[in-house]
């Protein structure tokens, strides 16, 4: 009893541990690469090699897979970078291998259990950004996220909020408003995934997330709807869309009359479709330019991973036709395309892309059913536009998250599931 208790204390305090760490972009670095925390990462290994002692026979070939996968950043144009590509190369292999460990361990999850947890956090996290739009608290925040992300860059662009959104927007401890955001957004999408499609839980979902629009007014929620959207396409019967619709906009006008919040970024949602937005040209069109200058100039098997400096002058000219500079980034511009799904395209080109993703597909199909791997690379794709570098422990973290939380619900009980009778 003591060590089934303790095992999934530990399972869930595993999981948790390693999604905030990735959600708040918490990361450490070798050189410019992005790694993993090794003290979550640990904590799955150590469940594993516990409570688990071997994988599976079924998960060799994913495993294998994983290994030789990352041999692909090894390519590129430029030897003098190779040190580069090394390291982003082994940040590529940890950062799988962790992820791959990161599903196994929430495979093992109890949905009903996990989903409870879930709710929790997110109802904390929505209570503290209510309390830090009303009150002055983000003065103790800020002092917080000072010492967190010491020695790296914070947000701190208060005029900029204002003139988008009308208010300051809350960060809690985290580095970026829209980091926040798409933390919310990730924890109620798989709170979603985990929950019976019923039209009750579809709305309370969607209200939530509205919720977090309106107090943090960030437009990636809008990736999240879609997210979401397509999870719960089975409760989209012929009459529920007016309802689905309905509970956000009612919960919205609540907290307008109850606490005087004004609906946010409309000025905002006016510059995106005037495309005068900086977040769309760093997400959307920034990327997409670079990605063609890149892919032309090194079309076969693009500049290899961490090998964007290279192509410094592909990058250069991506951002000069959005009017940006690459000297706003100093030492970092090779971070900043926030694509990452565009970003495995640059460093692998056309062909070693479409390996390399139809690799990874493979693996997910493997690990689960075909129907499941659809599933996740469709979320991942939408998601994947707020996210940036193809290291980033992010990605692949989520990517395999997604993957685990949608066979969990596969498999759950029929009897969970809701009736389809009219």
């Not at 990736?223 to 396409?233: A, K, N, P």
Request: glycine share 6%.
């Amino acid at each position: 009893m003591i060590l089934n208790r303790t095992k999934f204390c530990m399972r869930e305090l595993a999981v948790l541990l390693c999604l905030f760490p990735l959600l708040m972009s918490l990361h450490l670095y070798v050189g410019s690469t992005q790694i993993p925390g090794f003290f979550s990462v640990a904590l799955l290994f150590l469940y594993i090699f516990l409570f688990e002692k071997t994988l599976p026979q079924e998960y060799l070939v994913p495993c294998l897979t994983l290994l030789i996968v990352p041999a692909f950043s090894l390519y590129g144009n430029d030897l003098s970078y190779f040190s580069n590509r090394m390291l982003g190369f082994l940040a590529l292999t940890y950062s799988l291998a962790a992820a791959f460990a990161f599903f196994f361990v929430c495979k093992q999850a109890d949905a009903g259990k996990l989903r409870k947890i879930l709710h929790g956090v997110i109802l904390f996290l929505l209570i503290v950004v209510l309390v830090e739009r009303l009150t002055s608290i983000d003065t103790f925040f800020s002092s917080v996220r000072s010492f967190i992300y010491s020695g790296r860059g914070i947000y701190d662009a208060g005029e900029r909020d204002v003139s988008m959104v009308g208010f300051v927007r809350p960060m809690f401890i985290f580095s970026e408003p829209s980091h926040l955001s798409q933390a919310i957004g990730t924890l109620i999408l798989f709170a979603s995934i985990l929950s019976p499609k019923t039209l009750l839980n579809v709305a309370m979902y969607l209200s939530a997330l509205a919720v977090s629009y309106m107090l943090i007014g960030s437009p990636t929620t809008v990736l999240y709807l879609l997210c979401i959207g397509y999870v719960s396409r089975s409760a989209f019967r012929r009459g529920h869309l007016p309802i689905l619709l309905f509970a956000p906009l009612i919960t919205c006008l609540f907290l307008m009359l109850t606490t005087g919040i004004s609906i946010p970024g409309l000025a905002r949602f006016e510059r995106i479709l005037e495309g005068k937005d900086s977040s769309q040209a760093l997400r959307l069109l920034i990327p997409l330019e670079v990605t063609k200058q890149v892919i032309y100039e090194y079309p076969l098997l693009g500049v290899g991973i961490s090998g964007s400096e290279i192509a410094r002058e592909q990058f250069d000219k991506g951002f000069r036709k959005y009017g940006r500079s690459l000297s706003l980034y100093k030492d970092s511009w090779h971070r900043s395309i926030h694509s990452a799904l565009l970003n495995i395209f640059i460093s692998f080109g056309l062909i070693g892309g479409v390996v390399f993703l139809f690799s990874i597909f493979m693996v997910f199909s493997k690990l689960t059913n075909f129907e499941t791997a659809i599933d996740t690379y469709v979320l991942i794709s939408l998601i994947q536009l707020s996210i940036g570098d193809i290291v980033t422990p992010r990605l692949w973290f989520l990517s395999f998250g997604l993957l685990a939380f949608i066979s969990i619900t596969a498999t759950l009980d029929q009897k969970t599931q809701p009736s389809h009778r009219a």
